[in-house]
């Protein structure tokens, strides 16, 4: 089982830069599928990117372009650097890390961290 602490979030300007991070810890941390995800007022969380164990990403079309999701194995942390931000990146961002083994697939969440961008 792996344990996740989100930080980073914040009130910011459009246009400003963001960084987030999760912090992993409990179980192998390369191991895992990492990603964001996010979650606004009235809205289902959706997907923001992923990274796999190797290092392939994938992005949200609304995020293409601006925002970048990395990881540090040997620190256990998963980021995403958040450029020119906007209003309607406004949301609740949450780490996501993923195991499957077989047919089981695990989701493990953290608590998530406010992002609030001002126009």
């Known amino acids: 089982q792996v344990q996740l602490v989100e930080s980073g979030g914040g009130l910011v300007q459009a246009g400003r830069s963001l960084r987030l991070s999760c912090a992993a810890s409990g179980s192998i941390f390369s191991m895992y599928a990492m990603g964001w995800y996010r979650q606004a007022p009235g809205k289902e969380r959706e997907l923001v990117a992923t990274?796999?164990?190797?290092?392939?990403?994938e992005y949200a079309d609304s995020v293409k372009g601006r925002f970048t999701i990395s990881r540090d194995n040997a620190k256990s942390t998963l980021y995403l650097q958040m450029n020119s931000l906007e209003p309607e990146d406004t949301a609740v961002y949450y780490c996501?890390?993923?195991?499957?083994?077989?047919?089981?697939?695990?989701?493990?969440w953290g608590q998530g961290t406010q992002v609030t961008v001002s126009s």
């Open positions: 996501n890390a993923r195991r499957t083994t077989g047919w089981i697939t695990k989701d493990y």
């Open positions: 990274i796999a164990s190797g290092g392939s990403t």
